[in-house]
Structure formats: structure tokens, C-alpha cells
């Protein structure tokens, strides 16, 4: 971070409520930029101009010299994004927006203050994109609130196509709220109005933010902390007759209720409260359920309606410790498991070309990354199952390279999976209960 971000973050922290009218000094700054373009991964696709970070970096300080000149005239367009698919785990395809590289600079840099702007503001419920908060501290929040805080009630919800719904009116007055210089609003504006170019056919933006923009992600929080956080903290819960909390992650959120008349009140005001900015509810992915230290024993028969939840592709029960106690026991959720392995199935056969070392060290990677966000407390069966069934895979596809078979099963497990991770426990999201975390208490 350059010494003006620097100066400019604290100076955010300690005033809470200013509105700051100069910013574009910070935007344009060359130094800045070149930290942006330090920032940058090479190997990320690159935009519908097809440069990629090496071919920026022939003489550089010139580019960016340029650059910072362009944007301090406000001579600066951002070009259209580039419209790309990946498969969503219902069998559509969510779009996202590859930026050219020269804007994802720019897109960094707009980030890095916006975030320093808004960050003191945002409100604990609050853990998508931010810095020093992970899924894993939204998980571990959503089990610490249903054990410790009397909650019986919850509702997930998932807001229908945020990304490309955003209503760009809205969001400008959100950002007017904190920002007062005419022109950085401009230029946020222009990303916002950049368009789209799907399959060589370009498309206005008339609302949404391209999911895939580097600033895409801090807009959507600036825009869901004013529709639905403050709403929820400063209004909605203090009307409820017992405790009521909000756990949100981009715009994947769960509301947890110790009473029912709270959560069937919030069921029924949210989608108008979301309404009045243009969003809505995904119905599919909404519902209301009873569950927490009640639910405990309960057979199926005397239960009405859904008994398990969702979040960020855990799937939640009621489940008991070892001592007998009520515990929000986790899985893998079961859709995005066997998506994830149809995909893998799909990227080791197209490897068979490459040679059996190229796929052992892609599923080794693979698996890596799995079980860093997979490796949650309670989830051991399900990491372990994936783990099986994705060598399981890659035995299949080395023995299909060739007409000859290749390698038995006794060969493989003595070799080959001694180079692949173990299924482990990396993360432990089980909270303290209250009645050890309470102040004086011999046992934290």
C-alpha cells in the first residue's frame, strides 16, 4: 500500500462521517498504479483486448504515465467487459465479466479506496470481501450464534441474480452518501456503463456490476450494507420480541431467530425492503425452518418442513457431540460435491494427453485446494469420500490411456497416493460454548 493510501486509510478510520470531495489524487497516482499492476495474477485471461500482463509490462512506465494522464483529464473509457460462462450447480451457467487489463489497473486501484472508505462503516454481519474475513469466520459466526444465542429459528435466502440486478441509480446515491467528488463518481460510473461483449456482440449495462470486476466486489457490499444490513441491525431487530442476528456473505445470507413470529416476519418483510431496490428473492434457495437445541432428538415425523440449510456450500443439521450436546453439525453440501467430481472427471480425461505425472500433479493440487476449504470440524466423513472418489477417477483415467492397463490398485495406493494430500481437519469452527466463555470461568 503507497504512504497517500496509507494516510488516507487512517484518516478514514478517524473520520467515520466525513464526505470526502478529492479523491481523484489518489486514483491517478502513478505509484498507485504500478502497485495495482504488481497486484495482478499473469495468468488470468485476459479482456476483449487481449493483452496479458507481460505484454503490459513492455515499458511500463510509460503505459502507466499514460494512463494516469488520461484518467486525471478524464480522457479514461473503460473498454467492455468480456462475457464468459462456468456452470453453476443446478445445471445453468453463471456469467461473469472479464475486464481488459488496463482496467482491472484501474478497477484495483478504485477498490483500494472504496475499501478504505467504507470498511470502518461496514457493519460485524458482513464477511464477503472483506479484508481479514474469511467463508470460514462466516461459518464459525453462523454455528456460534444458533449454540450460544438461544436461536430456534433460521432463515437462508440468496438473493436472486445480485450481480446482474444492481441498480445503478441506487448505488450512486450510496455512494454520494460518503463521496463527493464529481468526478471519481465518473469514473465509476463509466465502468458501470461500459457494456458487455458476449460472442462478439456488444450489450449496454443498464444495471448490474459484471461479476468478475475487481471493484465489483466492494460495490456489492457498499450496495447490500445500506439496502440490507443497517436495515436489518438498526430497524428490523430491534423490533423483535427476542434475539435476532444476520450472517451474510456477499449476497448468501442466513437470519438467525429465537422466535418463530420474528423469523415469519422477516420472511415476509425482506422481499419488500429488497424490492424497493430492485432485487428480489431466489425462491428455490429461500426458506424457513426450525432449527437449533430443540430440534434435538426429534424424529422426522415431528418435524414440518425443510430440517437442513445451506451456506456457502456446507450443507447444516442438528447434530449431537460426543457428550450429548447440541452441535450444528456440517457437510459437504451434496449438489456441489458431485459437481465438483463430474468436472473432475471431465478435466483428468482431457489430461490423458498430457502423461500420467501432468494428472497426479493437477488432482494433487486439486485436492489441495479441497481440503483447505472443505476441511471443516464435523465434516471428516465427507472430505474423506471426496478424497476416495477423486482417485478413484484418477485410477480410472490412468488405466484408459492406452489399451494396456497401466497400473493395479495395489500399485497405485503404494505409490501414486502417497503423492496426493490427506483428507484432515484444517479448520475447527466449533464455537466456545456460553456456559465456558463466560467471564471468571476455569475453563477458557
Given amino acids: 500500500m503507497t504512504t497517500k493510501l496509507k494516510r488516507f486509510t487512517l484518516k478514514a478510520r478517524e473520520e467515520l462521517h466525513t464526505r470526502f470531495t478529492s479523491l481523484m489524487g489518489l486514483l491517478f497516482d502513478p505509484e498507485g498504479l504500478r502497485e495495482s499492476f504488481g497486484r495482478q495474477d499473469g495468468r488470468k485471461a485476459p479482456g476483449v483486448d487481449g493483452v496479458r500482463k507481460e505484454d503490459y509490462a513492455k515499458g511500463l512506465l510509460a503505459r502507466l504515465e499514460d494512463l494516469s494522464a488520461r484518467i486525471r483529464r478524464l480522457g479514461y473509457r473503460p473498454q467492455p467487459v468480456r462475457r464468459t460462462y462456468i456452470p453453476k450447480g443446478d445445471g445453468r451457467m453463471r456469467p461473469l465479466g472479464v475486464p481488459s487489463f488496463e482496467d482491472r489497473l484501474v478497477q484495483d486501484r478504485l477498490s483500494q479506496i472504496l475499501q478504505a472508505i467504507w470498511e470502518p462503516e461496514f457493519r460485524d454481519c458482513s464477511y464477503g470481501f472483506r479484508p481479514g474475513r474469511s467463508a470460514h469466520d462466516s461459518l464459525r459466526r453462523v454455528a456460534e450464534v444458533i449454540t450460544n444465542e438461544r436461536t430456534q429459528w433460521v432463515v437462508e435466502a440468496d438473493i436472486k441474480g ?26 465509476i460510473q463509466r465502468f458501470l456503463k461500459a457494456g458487455i461483449m458476449d460472442d462478439g456482440v456488444f450489450t449496454a449495462s443498464v444495471e448490474g456490476t459484471p461479476q468478475g470486476g475487481l471493484v465489483s ?41 429465537e422466535y418463530e413470529a420474528d423469523a415469519r416476519a422477516f420472511l415476509t418483510e425482506m422481499p419488500a425492503r429488497l424490492a424497493e431496490f430492485a432485487l428480489e428473492i431466489e425462491p428455490s434457495k429461500t426458506a424457513l425452518l426450525q432449527f437449533g437445541s430443540a430440534m434435538l432428538g426429534r424424529r422426522r415425523v415431528q418435524c414440518q418442513g425443510p430440517r437442513t440449510f445451506s451456506f456457502l456450500g456446507f450443507t447444516h443439521y442438528v447434530g449431537r457431540s460426543r457428550t450429548g450436546r447440541f452441535v450444528v453439525g456440517r457437510k459437504t453440501d451434496g449438489k456441489r460435491l458431485r459437481k465438483k467430481l463430474k468436472a473432475l472427471n471431465a478435466r483428468l480425461r482431457d489430461l490423458r494427453t498430457e502423461g500420467g505425472n501432468a494428472m497426479v500433479a493437477f488432482l494433487a493440487r486439486h485436492l489441495q485446494g479441497h481440503i483447505q476449504y472443505y476441511g471443516v470440524s464435523g465434516n471428516s466423513r465427507g472430505l474423506s469420500s471426496y478424497v476416495y472418489f477423486a482417485q478413484r477417477l484418477l485410477f480410472t483415467w490412468l488405466n484408459r490411456r492406452s489399451q494396456k492397463r497401466s497400473v493395479n490398485w495395489k500399485q497405485f495406493s503404494a505409490y501414486i497416493r502417497l503423492l496426493l494430500p490427506k483428507a484432515r481437519i484444517l479448520h475447527n469452527l466449533y464455537p466456545v460454548p456460553w456456559w465456558m466463555a463466560q467471564a471468571g470461568s476455569r475453563m477458557v
Fill in 162 to 187: 445480485f450481480f446482474d440486478h444492481v441498480s445503478h441509480a441506487h448505488l450512486l446515491r450510496f455512494l454520494e452518501h460518503r463521496i463527493g467528488d464529481p468526478n471519481f463518481l465518473r469514473i
Fill in 217 to 257: 466486489p466492494v460495490l456489492s457490499n457498499i450496495y447490500l450494507h445500506y439496502v440490507l444490513d443497517l436495515w436489518f441491525e438498526k430497524r428490523f431487530a430491534r423490533q423483535c420480541a427476542g434475539k435476532a442476528y444476520l450472517i451474510r456473505y456477499a449476497d448468501d445470507f442466513v437470519a438467525c431467530f
